[in-house]
Structures are given as C-alpha cells and as structure tokens.
C-alpha cells in the first residue's frame, strides 16, 4: 500500500500541532516524574524507565480491555498481525480514549503493510499522548520506508527529545543525519 505525499503532510503538521498545543497539558499527569528522570537517565536506568512508563500505558482501567490488548499484543508476537487487527479494532472501538490501543494496532497495521491505517493511529495515539515516544518511533521507520528521510530524522528527533536513549532510535536519527547530509555510511 503506498501513502501518498499529500496524504502525510497535513498528519506531520497536525501530530507538530498537537504535540506543542498538548505538551503542557500533561503537567499533573504521574508519569511526569519518570519522564524527567529518563531525560538524563543513563542507559540502565532508561530501560527501567521505559518499562515503568510502558507498563502505566498498558492500564486501560478495565480488565476487560486489558485483556484485549493482551490478545492483541500476543497476536503480534506470534506473527499474526490480522488477528491483532481484530482483537484491537474491538478495544478502539470500546476504549477510544485508550491511547495505547491505537498505538498496538497502529503497530498491527505496520506489520500488515498498511501504512495508510497505521499512520491514522498513530495520529490518535500522538493526539491522546503527545509524549508517546513509540507511536514516533513507528511514524519514522514508516517514513524510513516510504522513503523520507528529512521527515523521518524530524520524527525520530522528536522522540529522542522526549526518551534520549530510546533503542534504535539514536542509531536511526545518526544514519539519516549523514544520508539528508548527503553522505552516506
């Protein structure tokens, strides 16, 4: 499935939007400890910070959508992205204000290769949490394979702005800086 240039722009420009308009938003949220602590935390302790912070995400409030994302989750890891789809289009349907549904199947539909309905969840995701440093992580490699580089080293700056140590993301931003700068490693 190919997205299309101007299908892209205007998502860029709104998630650019959201995240300023929103980041001050969150300043009561208890996860604004971790975050500032994983701004200056070493490699170690950003690990565990990613796991405390992934698994606040995870808590929907409801046992039931809980185990929808589990299902979802469990889909995926066992290469089963359709079946993800389903598990996770029920918990969208039934969560809306979820963010971590959107993210997992935005996550589905990228391995799907539909990048069309992983990059509108994604949208939903950044629109719900602004800080989710994985739904940016997604966009880039999306744009990565779509072939922008300028976008995607935009989009993983973001998120190493958010999660400094984030896995991959450093590796990714430091070989497209060298590939926008017309260098190639």
């Known amino acids: 499935m190919k997205v299309h240039q101007r299908f892209l722009n205007p998502i860029v420009a709104a998630l650019s939007a959201v995240f300023l308009l929103t980041a001050t938003a969150f300043a009561d949220e208890p996860l604004d400890g971790l975050f500032d602590k994983l701004k200056s ?7 565990r910070l990613e796991r405390e912070i992934w698994n606040e995400w995870s808590k929907s409030g409801s046992a039931a959508m809980d185990l929808l994302l589990q299902r979802g989750r469990d889909a995926l890891a066992a290469g089963n992205p359709a079946e993800a789809i389903d598990h996770l289009t029920a918990l969208t349907d039934h969560a809306p204000d979820f963010a971590e549904g959107w993210n997992a199947r935005a996550t589905a539909y990228y391995q799907a290769r539909q990048f069309g309905p992983s990059v509108s969840d ?6 719900l949490n602004p800080r989710h440093f994985g739904a940016m992580a997604g966009l880039g490699a999306i744009y990565e394979e779509l072939n922008n580089p300028q976008k995607a080293l935009d989009i993983y700056r973001a998120a190493l702005a958010i999660h400094p140590n984030l896995r991959g993301v450093s590796e990714s931003a430091k070989r497209l800086e060298a590939k926008v700068a017309g260098t190639d490693l």
């Open 122 to 127: 994604i949208a939903r995701t950044l629109t």
């Open 41 to 47: 935390a070493d490699s170690r302790a950003a690990a």
